[in-house]
């Protein structure tokens, strides 16, 4: 990417995003140390609604805990049992090999013009089909189509 297209990237207005955050989530944010963009609360609240009883939830990149303790209080608020399991490598090949049918991938720092890495792999997933997009705010939310089983 050019420098000019760079420098334009990150001048550009910020996309906008549905905030879903809460008391107790500003609460949450002030003593929590971590990074989480708020747009990903309303994918978490999203995909919790939307998950199976009987699926874990799998965080990868839990670095200080500011995610998975917001991932907990949507587990709570809305009355889900899922298992958690987070660690902080961030590994993203073969997770469809383990991700059920139906399941969620979110994937942070994945808002489009970003600087980041992850930035590319949207549209790696989009053209793959294994995957469809259900919500992008503004990183996306992907949820693994039912009749295919690898990424």
């Given at each position: 990417?050019?420098?000019?297209?760079?420098?334009?990237?990150?001048?550009?207005?910020?996309?906008?995003?549905?905030?879903?955050?809460d008391e107790f989530i500003n609460w949450l944010f002030f003593a929590n140390a971590g990074m989480l963009h708020?747009?990903?609360?309303?994918?978490?609240?999203?995909?919790?609604?939307?998950?199976?009883?009987?699926?874990?939830?799998?965080?990868?990149?839990?670095?200080?805990?500011?995610?998975?303790?917001?991932?907990?209080?949507?587990?709570?608020?809305?009355?889900?049992?899922?298992?958690?399991?987070?660690?902080?490598?961030?590994?993203?090949?073969?997770?469809?090999?383990?991700?059920?049918?139906?399941?969620?991938?979110?994937?942070?720092?994945?808002?489009?013009?970003?600087?980041?890495?992850?930035?590319?792999?949207?549209?790696?997933?989009?053209?793959?089909?294994?995957?469809?997009?259900?919500?992008?705010?503004?990183n996306y939310l992907f949820k693994k189509n039912s009749v295919i089983h690898n990424l």
């Amino acid at each position: 990417m050019s420098i000019y297209k760079r420098i334009m990237n990150k001048l550009a207005a910020p996309p906008k995003t549905i905030n879903t955050q809460d008391e107790f989530i500003n609460w949450l944010f002030f003593a929590n140390a971590g990074m989480l963009h708020r747009g990903n609360l309303y994918c978490f609240d999203y995909a919790i609604k939307n998950i199976p009883a009987d699926t874990s939830v799998v965080e990868i990149g839990s670095f200080c805990g500011l995610s998975t303790n917001a991932i907990t209080y949507y587990l709570a608020k809305n009355s889900k049992n899922n298992k958690i399991i987070t660690c902080d490598n961030w590994v993203f090949e073969n997770a469809g090999k383990f991700l059920e049918n139906g399941g969620f991938i979110l994937l942070d720092d994945s808002v489009d013009n970003s600087v980041f890495e992850c930035a590319r792999l949207p549209k790696k997933i989009i053209k793959g089909r294994k995957y469809e997009v259900v919500v992008k705010n503004p990183n996306y939310l992907f949820k693994k189509n039912s009749v295919i089983h690898n990424l």
